[in-house]
Each structure stands twice: as C-alpha cells, then as structure tokens.
C-alpha cells in the first residue's frame, strides 16, 4: 500500500487577494446595491426638481397675488368708482384669497408626500 504525504503549507495571503477574493464573491449583491443607489438618486433628482418647480410657482403666484390684491384694494378705494363696482373688487378680492388659500394647502400636501422620502 503507498501511502502519500500531503504538506499542507500555508502559504502568505496578500491583503489585495483577500479584498479581489470578497468583491468577486460579493459582485452580485455589490451591483444590486449599486444600481438601488443609483435609482434611489434619480428619485431624489426627480422629487428635487418637482419640489424646486413647485416652490417656484408658488413664489410666482404669490408675487402676482400681491399686486392683484394691491391693485385691485387700490381701485376699490378710489373715488371715480361706483357702489357696484366696489363691491366687485372686494368680491374679486376675497376669490383671491380663497385660491390662494386653496393653493397653500395644496402646498402642504405636496411637502408632507414628499416628507415620506
């Protein structure tokens, strides 16, 4: 019967075998990451620019609230206007505020959906 001798000598491992060794073993779930990453981004690219294009409505209709309002105040109290007309002015008024308080909450919706990310 022969009989063989087996050496098992240890041989030296480098670090940068060691780190190939774990990145080929883990590559799948390193690409798995990678691409939940790089959709995660895209997402908050996407909310940023929905949230920055709404901010920027909403400081466009502000601004146009304001010298709507403030034209049409100034026309209610002027003295070359009739009773009737007046009262058209405040009615106007009054349906600005009334959109822009609807706006507003529309706002507050958006900002709490986007609260969930």
């Known amino acids: 019967m022969d009989t063989k001798i087996v050496k098992n000598e240890m ?31 895209k997402k908050e690219q996407l ?23 403030e034209g049409l105040t100034e026309l209610s109290k002027s003295d070359n206007v009739d009773i009737e007309t007046k009262v058209m002015y405040r009615d106007m008024i009054k349906a600005l505020f009334e959109f822009f308080s609807n706006e507003t909450h529309s706002s507050q919706d958006i900002s709490n959906y986007l609260k969930e990310f």
């Open 11 to 41: 041989q030296p491992v480098s670090a940068k075998l060691v780190i190939a060794q774990g990145v080929i073993q883990n590559l799948p779930e390193i690409v798995r990451a990678i691409k939940e990453i790089y959709a995660l981004n």
């Open 47 to 69: 909310f940023s620019r929905v949230l920055q294009s709404r901010l920027d409505e909403l400081n466009i209709n502000k601004e146009n609230f304001k010298v709507l309002v």
